[in-house]
């Protein structure tokens, strides 16, 4: 745009040219002013492509186009995914929990507050643990208590001095989704919810911990999508900054 | 029936004529057997009408036909019900949080366990009086706490010695009901919880505490319709006996 | 902590340093004292492992961290569970219809009072076994009819005795669920509901008689969540005692 | 049509124009056939207006209209309808329970075999009494037991002979709707049955019931729509012919 | 029961005696009853198994179980059951499209009206089969027009003679399921629509065409489940009788 | 922009205050160039006010602000909105029935083609005058034909001259919604198919209608929101220029 | 008919015959008038044959039965139907991402309109290509942007001469769907928005996508059911001309 | 707890009375700790009342017992119940729009960073003022935009720079909720999406807008109930912190 302007006191551009090129260039620069946001996000910020519904190729062609000084994360990522990336990026890191793919061209800047990840059961792990690899790669020091469900609430006693240290608390839970609750009338901190389709029955895929979460009494929880463990870690990170 | 075959012994009755009655006499019979048992269980137990959907002119036939020495509930009854029930019989006691009328004839035999009746919110208090004056009615004790729901868990530590007494425990709760859970977490002794239409938005008028009670991963737990206070009375005194 | 109190008697430990101990204490006490409820129950119980959303590895070592003395029922196991766990437990017992195994360590103390299991179909029998085995490891005398729907009424009065006799019945129901609501209106003792998955169309994958037992118009009928055998099972053992 | 073809050949009218006259014909001829048929069925059956929705004026207009020597029924109709329609109708007659009002100029040829209408409870009437106006209005014998809900199954036994002599059956019910699968397990006659809005909570105004009765596991019966008395009176009346 | 009178007014059973048998034979009878009651239905009506959620054992012991001189109709049998019945009886006939099996012991006798079977698309033929295969083994008379959707209207009125001629009308639809529609404002005859799980997107496996049939305006027209061709042909039986 | 060049050319601005001007200057220029859209748009289109939800000074104060040579249409607006538009505006129409405002300020230039709007029943007319109002006052010519609903499918065959000549159809239905896919299996020109709220029981407050038509088997046919009026009459006028 | 007319006046047919004739004629009529007015529509429309739910001999059997002058298309077909139609026409083409297979017998007349069609996502590239296939076999010049997002609303601005030029732009997007209200927001031609079945946990396989279109507040779009890119390609196709 | 273990060392206390003391104690201690965090937690956070399901003399006794010194906040109020609070606090402020009642005794702590509150539409605003009024009393400088829904895209572009500049946004939609996607694509801060209940037909109370919110693709969106200004305002305020 710079150059554009000189050119023209120059007499180099027409005044209509100028205005014409002008009329489009705003998009231009509003993707730059994004690329530019988006940069200064990426401090410590992954590029993210979801894999379920892309082909194999479409993958290999966006992992191609990508900056090659960047980290990127892939989630959701079988390992037929994660096999043809290996090939692209022989140290690509397969989480094979959280189904992520993690290529790492740089140490994230790390940050002071930890946030806490809480599961209520063992098969909420695969979420957490997709948080926890999405916080980790934005710079967060993660600590993870699994398996601590309402069912038996003194296991949740046991870790208080983390809830109460922790700068934000993700809290995972299926079935019914109580964790959530207990969670948020203990702590002071932010809570992300998360609901999980671990269950059977009545929990209908995760529609039972998702009402849960979102009537939670408890003041200071918000909720993310069933199963985005990527989302919970991502606005974690955000709101840990 | 004894009668029937002496006056077929005696000659009175012929074999077909006997035959003919004794193929409907068993349903007459079933009846009797029904109501015998019906007796046993009315030690201590009121007739019950639940009266949305029956005009005031039904409720008063149906009362005028109960037999007198019983004693009778009538359920969700809106004060034009009780204006009416209490010309026929002025003694009917009604509660207006729980929407029930008491016609009491006898006083039932005393029970010895208790029935713990515990809300999550004060909005939760309707149902759990339904639910506490059938207990009572049945010749229950029963010891009720509200608004102890896990936005402050420690109301509910207050009442722990409460919790572990009990012998059973009804917990009442809408919003995202997540109180049956933490009580389930911590009781020994049969729970019973309602979801309540208590809450907006997503609680869906009860449907978000139903469906968290059901998924209750506390063993121990079992539900009963949304709202319904009477249902949880009623089972709590079964079990209680 | 009885000893923590003599050393502070004894000198051996400053009045803050008590002060600090107990107030962290009590986490592990209500651990303990949750664990000395537990061991009570377990009289009788046995440790359960929902298996679903687990790895086989994960299952493995929660089996192995259990104490060596206590019975351990796993449920919803499919048969790649079973032969992972026969290496570790060669005693394991399989129940390939209820998808249970069962390690056993003790036998129960019996009870006296008898569970009555039925279902509507033959279809329910996975669900019904799930019943049975969880009831039978808690030490109770289950009696067991099968394929008693209501679209032959008179195969239900051929065990009206069993209904009769019956100190708990558990109704497990498919398709539209309304064996629950006759055996309700038969029985005067507590019935617990099980709706199944069983059915096509618009059963919804058991929502059909959920709702139906829900709304169950006879008293003392309540309602576990869609197939969870193992919680009817559990609860009628808690009261049956 | 005849004339038509009359006029063609004696050479009124030429070939296109007759070619063009029947290319439209059809449809005027499809209507009268409709017409015909409608007559025919007519013998007995009344001109129906679904009231709700439609304004007064609206009402008074479409009665205006139609052929003044026909039965007319009016469904779902309030006070305020039935004094507009009174006006003009001085003999019309008004249900207040069911909501219907007929002006009757004709009486129905009387049919041989018997309309059975059950009920489950008292608040499911004014469905069944809008089935039984319909029916009645068609010329059917119709007998009606109200209150007969699975609760007390033994009231049913109590009617077995009228549901084995009746040639069709009307079940109507509110909360669970097991009655219809009861009904249909006992009769060898076609079962109509009706879901109503009566019931609270999870009946979901009338969804329980519905997915009872489509999933009623006992041959013979078919659905219509919730509260829809008339299409079940209408129904059972065409096969009752 | 009659040799029991006989025997006691002889003086070969005590009074009590008799009481007491007579308490539980009406049980007894009432079975008996409804025996009678089957077998004159099954004059043309075979025993029927819906086969999912049973084993192959369970379906062999079943059928070894029934009487050999009756007709016997599996529905929703796949491959592998056809396998294995075959092996017992040799000449069960299989309906892949309808998936049933028929074992065929006695030809019904035939009935005079026409039952009239209509599918929407191509894709709905299973579902009709089923109907068609039970209907023709009650001993109806039936025709099939298959593909007749309102799509393509014009093929409806080409058959407007076999929709005038049928005595009962099944319509069988998914996607939006308008055919119960139209078909009930052509005919005078009753109509059972079923509604299918064919389409994709917002059909939500059958719900859309069961919610158009249940609302349909055209009176005369009833529901049954889901894919249930079975329940269809089996009603239109008992009402073309 | 064209001035800011000139003077940044003439020395009277520098580069760095240019550019950032132009970095916020796109923002209001996509402004003008939506707003220029707008006017073109607008061109026979009327500025729109959805009413419910917005406080009566609200709607006067939007109003108040509006420019004062083009029309302005209000949606579902009640008695009491009518009063206080016709206030400011005493030249102000209300459609009771549509429950549209309109103020007409200038004659919109008329359009060749016609719009069809048909509805299913006389209840659904209000839906419909909704969309009649808002493609008349879009310049378009527009025939209605109400109560056409395939209860009496003749009656739809007495308009198919006009469904043919017909540029645009909007066909709206309440209860079952089976009009849309019948037209859209008759015509050949777009059909925009409304669902609407009428109905009881199963339509669900237009759920039915809904599913129906977004599953039309026939082409041609696409959905708006349910009681959608304006949208339809919107949309028409859009493709109908 | 016109020869029929003509054996009439030439006495070879009488009136009684003529007249019987012609009554079943309309439906030929009709069917032929439908006929014409498909062939009409043909002009550049290819027959097309939805293939879930059909056998590949019945896929078969329809194509040889089509007429050998005209194009048809196949929707949702798998690699197995497009092998069969491959041995009958070994020059139809499949497209992979859209599971289509054309059979092109004449190329259609080109329009001038361009469809413009966008994806949110690069996962919901099938159900535009299917669009895409549809639209151009029908003559349609067809521009596609695919993988435009709100996520980064940037890249919507790059392509808004696309926007502005485009005579119909057809919209898909799964997971929220939000993209069609930023471009009905922006565009001022008419929008068709198709709901795919791509995301997770709440997006309920397109239920999110398709309430986010049904409800968009932007003026001018129109909804199609979830991942109908062919109706979607149609429609487009039909207001394009 | 001090003064316990000096008696006992003292000797004034025996081991076992201490010991069981100590064993109830900590129930104490947890309140007393609870309440701590609470103190903390209240220097700049109100007490809160939610007002629908409990009675206007519950609310009045509720705020007699709260402590004086501190703010109180009342939401969903009604004009009734402010009249109430109103004789008890005469200073009590309404906020009609909000149905807010605040009870000031302080002012809170400024924070430095502002929340962005944005409305799509004008219908919006109550949720958007209870989320303002919170945030407010929390020590927050609010900043609000109303009106700026996706159907005119250029307004929102008009408040790009409060977007950027802000550093909690929270944005409130009804209808199809688009809004916060394309607030979510623009903002590299944390957004807080508060689905309403306003719209009709297909939005389900605020259905249509949550799942659109739940399924965000942008980055960086969590989710609060239906309605629920409240909750988001509290939970911006504490990650404004």
Same mark, same amino acid.
């Not at 793919?101 to 599961?119: E, S």
């Given at each position: 745009?710079?150059?554009? =302007?000189?050119?023209? *006191?120059?007499?180099?551009?027409?005044?209509?040219?100028?205005?014409? *090129?002008?009329?489009?260039?705003?998009?231009?620069?509003?993707?730059?002013?994004?690329?530019?946001?988006?940069?200064?996000?990426?401090?410590?910020?992954?590029?993210?492509?979801?894999?379920?519904?892309?082909?194999?190729?479409?993958? #290999?062609?966006?992992?191609?186009?990508?900056?090659?000084?960047?980290?990127?994360? =892939?989630?959701?990522? %079988? /390992?037929?995914?994660?096999?043809?990336? *290996?090939?692209? +990026?022989?140290?690509?890191?397969?989480?094979?929990?959280? /189904?992520?793919?993690?290529?790492?061209?740089?140490?994230? *800047?790390?940050? %002071?507050?930890?946030?806490?990840?809480?599961?209520?059961?063992?098969?909420?792990?695969? &979420?957490?643990?997709?948080?926890? &690899?999405?916080?980790?790669?934005? @710079? %967060?020091?993660?600590?993870?208590?699994?398996?601590?469900?309402?069912?038996?609430?003194?296991?949740?006693?046991?870790?208080?001095?983390?809830?109460?240290? $922790?700068?934000?608390?993700?809290?995972? $839970?299926?079935?019914?989704?109580?964790?959530?609750?207990?969670?948020?009338?203990?702590?002071?901190?932010?809570?992300?919810?998360?609901?999980? #389709?671990?269950?059977?029955?009545?929990? +209908?895929?995760?529609?039972?911990? =998702?009402?849960?979460?979102?009537?939670?009494?408890?003041?200071?929880?918000?909720?993310?999508?069933?199963?985005?463990?990527?989302? $919970? @870690?991502? +606005?974690? #990170?955000?709101?840990?900054?």
């Amino acid at each position: 745009m710079k150059k554009l =302007l000189q050119d023209y *006191k120059a007499g180099k551009a027409s005044l209509s040219a100028v205005l014409q *090129k002008l009329k489009t260039l705003p998009y231009e620069d509003l993707e730059f002013a994004k690329i530019d946001t988006h940069r200064e996000i990426r401090k410590g910020f992954p590029e993210t492509i979801f894999c379920p519904g892309k082909t194999i190729p479409q993958i #290999s062609q966006i992992l191609k186009k990508l900056p090659k000084d960047q980290n990127t994360l =892939l989630t959701k990522a %079988n /390992k037929n995914v994660y096999a043809s990336v *290996k090939k692209l +990026f022989p140290d690509a890191q397969y989480n094979e929990s959280a /189904k992520t793919i993690i290529i790492q061209r740089y140490k994230p *800047k790390k940050k %002071n507050g930890t946030i806490l990840v809480l599961t209520a059961g063992t098969s909420d792990i695969p &979420v957490a643990e997709e948080a926890v &690899v999405t916080a980790e790669l934005m @710079g %967060n020091k993660v600590e993870k208590v699994y398996d601590v469900g309402v069912a038996g609430v003194h296991r949740l006693f046991d870790i208080k001095d983390k809830i109460f240290h $922790a700068n934000v608390i993700i809290v995972i $839970a299926g079935m019914e989704g109580a964790l959530a609750s207990i969670v948020g009338g203990l702590a002071s901190k932010p809570v992300i919810a998360v609901p999980t #389709s671990v269950g059977y029955g009545a929990s +209908f895929q995760g529609i039972a911990p =998702l009402l849960t979460m979102l009537n939670c009494c408890a003041e200071g929880v918000v909720v993310v999508n069933i199963d985005n463990g990527f989302g $919970a @870690g991502y +606005f974690a #990170s955000l709101i840990n900054r």
